[in-house]
């Protein structure tokens, strides 16, 4: 099969790789129907972050082609979500809801198995990580908000989730990459009065409004604490979502944050040290982390199927395989939010 | 009127300091039967941390001199509990709950207004800030315990809140001092199902078997987290509490708790520093800080009332105010686990 395959830092290519097949009993292979760039593939792409070279890539959905011996739940034909991880859905993590710290359980592309850039992946433990969706014949713009709950919005409603983000919340968000966006529409998902966004970006602003941020404000750093303070009559917000990772980014969420609020924080950090004193002296908590993507998706897809949410909207950005490469520089580059994968599947395989 | 005097590093003094008188409409006077020393007030005893010279002592009881003409629900010769930081009561974050982040508040003895180690305090927004005792003719064993709840006991208790201690709860708590013990009595009275102290002094094992801690391990550091790990199938704790603010046993509580919980923390930190790797990467929340005393004591004082809780039994060491500096020296030597001071009231006072 084909596949996109990391050389090194700048370097995607679309090369052979073996074709799944079911290597144990609870594997499945399922063709990719659409996938897409994470964020957080751009650690590797700039040389941030080692990663194996090879196959890439952990968001996908597809269809399922074929299933092991002892896979339950998936049928060949099924049409399924991906979570960016996969899980036994049995150990005591997953039944605690953290399916994202499964001990049998592995990224999509991690080097070790197969990644979602490619027209087909071997799925391990597949019949408690799949998400088979109902209904057949699904609108363009429906798959692509089941593209979109394989990792960016699971990311974002746990950014909301962790902060404790309810009914009435004033909620600011930090970022406004995908999963900033994201955790916007789950806020608005889960009742919040208000919702800062902050971002400069008019296409962003622009995605941010549409899934429900009332205020949007340009403003960074002690700017940014400044303006969101005076918003809030000097009190903070109710939930400030970080949703970047950096020093700086964590300093603002901790900044607009009111004291006794916990902020929920879902960017992929690269040696940022939070100083206890803020955690302690302005008892603000943090709380968060690499999204349990398959706990949620269930709730989600719910919501994405009765058209409440539609998280596939931060896609501004599609190739196919062959341009793989366009969709890693369309985000690196800043010209795409998200950019979206389109496998050349037969229609048939729907 | 005379008072414990802090006069430098290792330098307390009893000495003379004007008689608190009223100065707002909404101040009492209150004249002090029990103070005790505060971990943190090793901080400046030690010269780790800045402190004003002058009147020192954040923790004690006494029974109402005087009231302003504002005040509410306080009288003349009400025994009161003074939660370590006065506050409004009215502003958002008191309404809040979050009482120790009063915008009008402060903290007993900290350099601005009296502190608590002396023979009476001034104290400002007395009527939302004081707790009266119901009741009169309390035995010495309840009395020690209306102290406890002045900071240690909510200290603790905010730990175990914090960090989601419920029924049936398996909780560690880092730290052997008053606050780790109150802790381990809060993670009991919330229901904790096993409860392990780390500790290997004698007698502070001895306050945590009493107060319910279900295992006493003595290791520290990495064989700690391992012998903790191995307790619980690998799986960690579902609340870590720590209670000591080092960056080691910041270290040790974040390695014993499971994915997904949410680390207790209330020890006072200097200088420390948490990577955020720790909670992205093993979904590891923190939350807790200075606690807030005013708005926990109504229903810990309900429980002491009743019998079923005992937290004054923190205080091993107990001296008059002349002997103040002895309280300090007990404490920063480790003889005591809290050091009491007894005033000299007459009795007619209760």
């Given at each position: 099969m084909r596949a996109a395959i990391f050389k090194g830092p700048h370097a995607i290519e679309v090369g052979e790789r073996p074709d799944p097949a079911i290597a144990a009993p609870t594997d499945a292979v399922v063709r990719v129907l659409l996938a897409c760039v994470c964020g957080s593939d751009l650690w590797y792409y700039r040389g941030e972050t080692p990663h194996a070279q090879g196959s890439i890539g952990h968001e996908f959905i597809g269809v399922v082609e074929e299933v092991g011996a002892d896979v339950r739940g998936i049928a060949v034909g099924d049409l399924v979500?991906?979570?960016?991880?996969?899980?036994?859905?049995?150990?005591?993590?997953?039944?605690?809801?953290?399916?994202?710290?499964?001990?049998?359980?592995?990224?999509?592309?991690?080097?070790?198995?197969?990644?979602?850039?490619?027209?087909?992946?071997?799925?391990?433990?597949?019949?408690?990580?799949?998400?088979?969706?109902?209904?057949?014949?699904?609108?363009?713009?429906?798959?692509?908000?089941?593209?979109?709950?394989?990792?960016v919005m699971c990311t974002g409603h746990h950014a909301a989730v962790s902060a404790g983000v309810r009914s009435g919340s004033v909620v600011a968000v930090v970022g406004d990459g995908a999963v900033g966006l994201c955790a916007v529409l789950a806020a608005r998902r889960l009742g919040a009065a208000r919702i800062v966004a902050l971002s400069r970006n008019p296409a962003r602003q622009e995605v941010?409004?549409?899934?429900?941020?009332?205020?949007?404000?340009?403003?960074?750093?002690?700017?940014?604490?400044?303006?969101?303070?005076?918003?809030?009559?000097?009190?903070?917000?109710?939930?400030?979502?970080?949703?970047?990772?950096?020093?700086?980014?964590?300093?603002?969420?901790?900044?607009?944050?009111?004291?006794?609020?916990?902020?929920?924080?879902?960017?992929?950090?690269?040696?940022?040290?939070?100083?206890?004193?803020?955690?302690?002296?302005?008892?603000?908590?943090?709380?968060?982390?690499?999204?349990?993507?398959?706990?949620?998706?269930?709730?989600?897809?719910?919501?994405?199927?009765?058209?409440r949410i539609n998280p596939g909207r931060v896609f501004d950005f599609e190739t196919d395989l062959d341009h793989v490469a366009d969709a890693y520089k369309a985000m690196d580059e800043r010209r795409a939010i998200k950019a979206l994968i389109r496998m050349e599947t037969k229609e048939a395989d729907r």
């Amino acid at each position: 099969m084909r596949a996109a395959i990391f050389k090194g830092p700048h370097a995607i290519e679309v090369g052979e790789r073996p074709d799944p097949a079911i290597a144990a009993p609870t594997d499945a292979v399922v063709r990719v129907l659409l996938a897409c760039v994470c964020g957080s593939d751009l650690w590797y792409y700039r040389g941030e972050t080692p990663h194996a070279q090879g196959s890439i890539g952990h968001e996908f959905i597809g269809v399922v082609e074929e299933v092991g011996a002892d896979v339950r739940g998936i049928a060949v034909g099924d049409l399924v979500i991906a979570p960016f991880k996969y899980c036994d859905g049995t150990c005591p993590h997953c039944r605690a809801g953290v399916s994202s710290q499964c001990v049998a359980g592995g990224a999509f592309g991690d080097g070790k198995i197969d990644g979602g850039q490619g027209e087909a992946v071997r799925v391990p433990l597949a019949g408690s990580t799949l998400v088979p969706v109902p209904g057949t014949k699904h609108s363009d713009e429906m798959m692509r908000s089941f593209l979109a709950l394989s990792d960016v919005m699971c990311t974002g409603h746990h950014a909301a989730v962790s902060a404790g983000v309810r009914s009435g919340s004033v909620v600011a968000v930090v970022g406004d990459g995908a999963v900033g966006l994201c955790a916007v529409l789950a806020a608005r998902r889960l009742g919040a009065a208000r919702i800062v966004a902050l971002s400069r970006n008019p296409a962003r602003q622009e995605v941010a409004r549409l899934f429900g941020a009332t205020d949007i404000l340009a403003e960074r750093g002690d700017a940014a604490v400044e303006a969101i303070l005076e918003l809030t009559d000097g009190v903070g917000v109710d939930a400030a979502l970080e949703c970047v990772g950096t020093g700086q980014s964590l300093a603002t969420a901790m900044g607009i944050a009111r004291p006794g609020s916990v902020v929920g924080v879902v960017g992929v950090p690269h040696a940022v040290e939070n100083p206890m004193e803020t955690v302690i002296f302005r008892n603000l908590g943090l709380r968060g982390g690499v999204a349990p993507a398959r706990t949620y998706i269930p709730e989600l897809l719910d919501d994405v199927l009765d058209g409440r949410i539609n998280p596939g909207r931060v896609f501004d950005f599609e190739t196919d395989l062959d341009h793989v490469a366009d969709a890693y520089k369309a985000m690196d580059e800043r010209r795409a939010i998200k950019a979206l994968i389109r496998m050349e599947t037969k229609e048939a395989d729907r």
